[in-house]
């Protein structure tokens, strides 16, 4: 089961709580308070899942989360003290999993950690699969070949690798990719996920990523 919980609360005690409530669940929880520590934590501990306070001293919970995305597709659930918060936050995109509002209880935290990482689960993390992207260049390399993507595509791959398994109609595909709402048809959806698979499969013959799901739209899973 995965297991390590980077927490990133800066009230001690609200922290001590979830780590309780998170380590009785059988997680293991990290904790830390300070918003400059949580990206290299990020990388040397690569947690299974991240609990990222939005207001966090030192660097803010959004600057966070963005930074971890260009690198990570480890599932973070946000922390806001705010209900109204988390409409502006989807609409920033940030590619969090959730959003969590305060005051909580432990025990939805934990239900909400659990769901977040059934969602994601038994996934084997695209990287270590061969799959890395690097959002601020726009570059994707699969074992070991720049798969050489049009911002579209990779916007496209990069959207759907954030959320394994999950399916997305064309429509919230559309959504995603091209965020000034330009209307395309689903046609043009299709032509471009053709062409992304063209790409991935001259670097990995054998291997599927983007499935088609009947009816519905299209989903990423590594292989
Ligand atoms: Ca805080």
Redesign the pocket.
């Known amino acids: 089961m995965p297991g390590n919980i980077l927490v990133v609360?800066?009230?001690p005690r609200l922290a001590a709580v979830l780590a309780d409530y998170l380590r009785q669940a059988g997680y293991e929880p990290h904790c830390l308070g300070d918003g400059r520590e949580a990206v290299p934590r990020v990388r040397e501990l690569a947690p299974d899942l991240v609990l990222l306070?939005l207001?966090?001293p030192g660097r803010d919970g959004i600057e966070v989360c963005k930074e971890i995305r260009s690198f990570s597709s480890v599932p973070i659930v946000m922390v806001t003290a705010r209900v109204e918060e988390i409409d502006r936050l989807l609409g920033l995109e940030l590619g969090a999993d959730d959003y969590i509002c305060k005051p909580f209880s432990p025990r939805e935290v934990v239900a909400r950690v659990k769901a977040v990482l059934r969602r994601a689960g038994g996934q084997p993390a695209a990287e270590s699969r061969g799959l890395t992207m690097d959002k601020s260049r726009g570059k994707a390399i699969l074992h070991g070949r720049d798969l050489d993507l049009t911002a579209v595509e990779f916007q496209l791959l990069h959207f759907l690798a954030q959320h394994p398994s999950r399916i997305f109609s064309r429509a919230q595909v559309m959504d995603h990719i091209y965020p000034d709402r330009r209307v395309v048809s689903d046609r043009t959806i299709d032509s471009h996920v053709k062409k992304l698979r063209r790409k991935m499969e001259a670097a990995a013959p054998s291997e599927e990523w983007i499935h088609s799901v009947y009816g519905a739209g299209y989903k990423f899973e590594a292989p």
């Open positions: 609360e800066d009230e306070d207001m966090l």
